[in-house]
């Protein structure tokens, strides 16, 4: 069999782009992502979503929606209305334009990302349970939380306390406190 060198191929990213009409505008869309913008848009998704431990699936589905949003069209948004990103997805999927945007992306693509988001949620899930997973999870909170009692040693005021005492003691007719 013979060799073919790579760069004989000559391939380079497809950068191929399905408009829209929405109202009166042309939006562009994307149809394919890098896998470092698709990376971002799991990992930033999550990052947002995650609550204590859990990952809120409403935030989830809206994060995943709005960042699709962000790195497949060319859509600009001010940071004012990036502020608000509630606000921004509750207007965009009221009035159909978030279903407009997914129908235009390939559906490969939507399907790929979504099912990448909700093993990567999986994954960790599963993995918080196991004994490697809650010693990682210590090991992590254990600094954090020593550093705060730290803190409170370090700010504890023997005089105060010893006031405190005082006043109990006081408040018990003078008898000693056990």
């Known amino acids: ?23 009166e505008y042309k939006i562009e869309v994307k149809q394919y992502l890098s896998i ?12 947002k979503s995650k609550e204590e431990k859990l990952y809120n699936p409403l935030k989830v589905n809206m ?27 509750d207007a965009m999927e009221s009035n159909g334009l978030i ?8 559906e490969y693509e939507y399907n790929e990302l979504l099912k990448m988001t909700n093993e990567k949620i999986e994954n960790e899930l599963k993995y918080s349970t196991t004994a ?8 992590k909170e254990l600094p954090i939380e020593a550093e705060k009692m730290t803190e409170i040693m370090n700010n504890f005021d023997l005089t105060k306390y010893q006031n405190v005492l005082d006043f109990v003691k006081a408040s018990n007719g003078g008898r000693p406190i056990k």
């Open 63 to 89: 994060y995943f929606h709005l960042h699709l949003i962000y790195l497949y069209t060319n859509l600009t948004f001010t940071e004012k209305q990036r502020e608000d990103e509630e606000k921004l997805y």
């Open 99 to 106: 279903n407009e945007i997914i129908a235009a992306i390939p």
């Open 132 to 139: 490697a997973g809650m010693v990682s999870s210590l090991l």
């Open 36 to 47: 470092s913008d698709k990376i971002d848009l799991v990992d930033i998704t999550l990052q």
């Open 1 to 23: 069999m013979s060799k073919i060198t790579y760069s004989s191929l000559k391939l380079k990213t497809k950068e191929d782009i399905k408009e829209i009409q929405f109202n």
